[in-house]
């Protein structure tokens, strides 16, 4: 069982899963058309592939028929989630370490909820699953008061029974300032050193970074502007719909790239992208992530790593 990329037209990436035949999974396939047919964006096709896919390993594991499961089967799919083995015929004789965060098993819940609760408007189940794993408690079950408390106070607390309980998320990691300078120190080029400085003043993602197109920088206003273009041809996209925007940044910045552009946009350049890769086979507007990360080599876990933030302070 796995997740295959496909490319559909306009260079597009999709998933699909497929079986150990080769064939594909067809209520899976299905059901990932439907959300992009909705708009999802294309990195949430990818997590809830990964998620049926999984699901679908614990399906054949145990020889149970997707349209006829039950609540005990999806309570042993927790159990299943968390095992280290992956499969349920070895269970540990002692306590040990889960093979998945209680966040990533509740994610792959609502992955299958939302899974069969299509199937089940599309007629294709019997069984709602949805509401087989939904309880409502009382309103005074609720820990917080919502902003609309005065209106909902009596409203019963809706709860998915098979939800795990997590642990407070801890403060994300950052890199201080003297470790930005190391970062921008350590850079080989222009175009590398003005990435660097562009995430760090802006908190930009990456890619709302390699989507920027030369005419997005506002030079009279000191701005730039994160526009939606979809999936452009070097993988770059925006991740939601609410993502365009415009970001005041300093002037030195602007003069950075003011200096950037006359310098690796000359006439020979063909592309708005303001990110481009200047040498090789791929030389154009071919600046991906996993190039873009490589400035960050060499500089250390807590500078490189992915889930490393920078730090204003």
Known sequence: MRVVEIEIQDCQSRYVVINE???????????????DCIGSARLTLRSYAYSLMQYWEYLTQQHLDWQQVTLADLSRFVLWLKLPSGSLKVLPAHPVPQARSNRTINHALTVVRSFYDYHWRMEEVERNIKETTTTFLPARARRYKS???????????????????ETKRQRPKTITKDQVQQLLDACGNQRDRLLIRLLYESAIRVGEALALWVQDVDVAENKLHICDRGPLENGAEI?????????????????????????????????????IKQQGARAGP????????????????DASSSQSRFSTK
Not at 291 to 296: E, G, K, N, Q, V
Request: one cysteine or more; hydrophobic letters at 45%; glycine letters at 6%.
């Open 21 to 35: 035949a080769g064939e594909l999974v067809e209520p899976i396939v299905r059901y990932l058309k439907y959300l």
């Open 147 to 165: 902003f609309l408390h005065h209106i909902t106070k009596g409203s019963p607390v809706e709860k998915n029974i098979l939800k795990q309980k």
């Open 239 to 275: 991740k939601t719909v609410h993502a365009p925007r415009a970001l005041d940044v300093s002037a030195d910045l602007i003069d950075e790239i003011i200096a950037y552009v006359g310098i690796v946009h000359t006439a020979e350049v063909e592309t708005n992208h303001l990110f």
């Open 286 to 301: 071919n600046l991906c992530a996993s190039l873009a990360r490589s400035a960050t080599n060499g500089m250390g876990e």
